[in-house]
């Protein structure tokens, strides 16, 4: 069957999102960042043959993962900007999201590491401007908020914009960590609500004055 004719029968069934979602699984299940055609093959249901045919290759798939979860963070992010709240209470709002995303997607920091990476330059800056820069600016109007109410210290929002994805990236992909150390699996929804109360108490009494 051409690669058409596989298109047109697989398109009632959203087969490029399905590709989408079930590499996103793998990864998430897997803990890795690595996908093989033939698993994500068997386990969608479809023919590899339609990676090429949406993505391209590999890294297009890879850049369609990220595209999709970093614009749902954006609009997320943006939503909280605008609402009328404290800036204390946004920004702690916002440090919960961002442990509740990396729980859900562990695989973000080093998907978006590795793009930057290895594709071109001109492909490294589109996902900077995209997506990086954005957040960057959003966590200038966050800590901003506060400084200029004075509730926050003064702090560079960039370095606490590493602080804190930092914080959370760290603990999700540490897992192995803390099964050979601490002999612990239970990366549950306790763990992350632990972790989630434990951090943002602690980020913000490093900002609160």
Not at 77 to 105: Q, S
Not at 109 to 122: G, H, K
Not at 165 to 189: I, M, N, Q, S
Request: with cysteine; aromatic share 10%; charged share 30%.
């Amino acid at each position: 069957m051409s690669v058409e004719k596989l298109v047109a029968k697989e398109n009632e069934a959203g087969a490029r999102e399905k590709l989408i979602e079930t590499a996103s699984q793998i990864m998430r299940q897997g803990d890795t960042i690595d996908i093989s055609f033939s698993e994500l093959s068997v386990l969608s249901g479809l023919n590899s043959a339609l990676v090429k045919y949406y993505f391209g290759n590999k890294d297009g798939l890879l850049e369609a993962i990220l595209e999709r979860d970093m614009d749902n963070i954006l609009v997320q992010v943006g939503l909280l900007i605008k609402k009328d709240m404290p800036p204390e209470d946004k920004l702690r709002h916002h440090i919960g999201a961002v442990i509740d995303t990396y729980y859900e997607f562990p695989y973000l920091n080093r998907l978006t590491m590795r793009l930057i990476r290895e594709l071109p330059p001109e492909g490294a800056r589109n996902i900077a401007d995209k997506y990086l820069k954005p957040l960057s600016e959003a966590y200038k109007t966050f800590v901003g908020e506060g400084i200029k109410s004075g509730v926050f210290r003064t702090v560079d929002p960039d370095l606490f914009y590493s602080a804190v994805t930092g914080a959370a990236d760290r603990f999700f992909t540490g897992k192995l960590v803390w099964k050979y150390c601490y002999g612990r699996e239970d990366f549950d929804t306790r763990m992350r609500d632990a972790y989630r109360e434990q951090t943002v108490d602690l980020i913000m009494a490093g900002i609160l004055k």
